[in-house]
């Protein structure tokens, strides 16, 4: 039942007042008729109608106008609190996270872990350890829980797992300070992310202040490797701290790769050109009369082939720029707090700080409008006269990266 406010004067009354007929204030949710054949009043949607009978007395008709005035304030007050009390103190700012999946898998039952209660020294920062995997926005929830079935799947075992060996520990970037791991894959914006870091550690108090040269000297940012732990801290910093790695379609990688180590090769680094590409012209190329530098061809078989790591071992740790996400970071092996993708990094990158804790001190680079979107034409041209057989055996080595964070196979190159 809803709230009734009913006046009526007696015939008695009316007659001492002098009122010809009777006034009637109705608030009521339903459309039931009044008792007594009164003059019926309704309620609809929080709004309330008002029956006015004639009356010859003015003072009371005065009198009525401040009783409704008086509801609706009451009314208004009423609403106000509701909107207060049942807001959302949790939303994650004023851009929601989108429900759009970036890949489609078969979703089996979401695993919640138990809340865990870490040694007070050892307390994380980041809201991704609070235990409940629906905190998370449902993309990343779906990134994850493909990423682990990927990492059952035994058909694929040799291409998803890896030992979690010195190179890859050499790969992670510890911040202590708030309980931070990042694992480098390069060509997807690191250098960015390094940036982050370099001020959480407080080598730096701002991003623009940090000098372009300084960021990927190791000896001078301030980052150290999670390699240069022991091992108990090594595995202590592994199961507490909050984890994350940055990936983009595997082949637009390596087209990145290849253009910033032997194209352009803005930093000045010269052994790419003068001790790399030689020896990988030496063995891959097949027109040996061809003097023109190396070219995408010549790279793509180098990495098609299964029997490339007697390359690799001479290429030393340089190889981190084209080499697989497994073997950067052991995705299967070490359990990831959350894994960006660099086509949503708009996106991601805010969600990334605010689920480690860290939104309120440093904020992402500003993202060059368009820099992160997929480009099919560009990676249909640079594939464009390499032979489906070397094309295939690229995919061949890649497919575990292409599986495991949800890239499509890239059809129009295999078949």
């Keep these: 039942m809803g709230l009734v406010l009913l006046w009526e004067s007696s015939r008695e009354e009316a007659a001492s ?6 006034w009637l204030l109705l608030w009521e949710p339903s459309e039931e008729k009044l008792p007594g054949g009164l003059d019926q009043a309704y309620f609809y949607a ?18 009525l106008l401040a009783a409704c005035f008086w509801v609706i304030f009451m009314f208004m007050v009423a609403s106000k609190f509701i909107t207060l009390t049942f807001k959302d103190p949790d939303g994650y700012g004023a851009k929601q996270e989108p ?5 489609v898998t078969k979703v089996e039952e979401v695993h919640v872990p138990e809340e865990k209660h870490w040694p007070e020294e050892f307390q994380p920062t980041g809201k991704a350890f609070s235990g409940n995997l629906i905190r998370q926005p449902l993309v990343h929830m779906e990134r994850l829980e493909l990423l682990r079935n990927v990492c059952r799947d035994t058909a694929l075992r040799d291409l998803s797992h890896t030992a979690v060996s010195k190179f890859v520990l050499d790969r992670i970037f510890v911040c202590d300070k708030h309980k931070i791991l990042f694992c480098q894959t390069p060509k997807v914006g690191n250098t960015q992310w390094k940036k982050v870091l370099i001020v959480l550690n407080g080598a730096f108090s701002s991003i623009e202040e940090i000098p372009e040269n300084i960021v990927h000297d190791h000896e001078k940012n301030g980052l150290p490797r999670l390699s240069s732990f022991s091992d108990s801290e090594i595995k202590k910093r592994l199961n507490l701290y909050f984890k994350f790695f940055i990936v983009r379609d595997p082949f637009e990688r390596l087209i990145s790769a ?22 990988i012209i030496r063995k891959y190329r097949k027109n040996r009369t061809e ?3 190396l070219q995408f061809e010549d790279f793509v078989r180098y990495l098609g082939d299964p029997n490339h790591r007697w390359l690799d071992v001479q290429f030393g740790d340089h190889i981190i720029h084209w080499v697989t996400y497994v073997e950067l970071c052991a995705p299967c092996e070490i359990t990831y707090s959350v894994i960006g993708h660099h086509e949503t990094l708009e996106d991601d990158a805010p969600y990334i700080l605010k689920a480690a804790g860290i939104d309120h001190l440093v904020s ?25 057989r070397d094309i295939r055996r690229l995919y061949a080595r890649f497919e575990g990266d292409f599986k495991l964070f949800g890239y499509r196979e890239p059809d129009f190159l295999l078949n």
């Design 17 to 22: 007042l002098g009122i010809q007929r009777r």
């Design 46 to 63: 929080g709004s309330a109608s008002f029956i006015w009978l004639t009356s010859d007395n003015m003072h009371h008709q005065w009198l």
């Design 99 to 103: 429900l759009i999946l970036t890949a």
């Design 258 to 279: 290849f253009k910033d180590k032997f194209v352009h090769n803005p930093r000045f680094e010269p052994w790419y050109r003068h001790e790399i590409a030689p020896g």
């Design 291 to 293: 003097t023109k530098g």
């Design 364 to 388: 992402y680079p500003t993202i060059p409008p368009g820099i992160t979107v997929y480009n099919r034409t560009k990676v249909e041209r640079y594939f464009s006269g390499i032979s489906k």
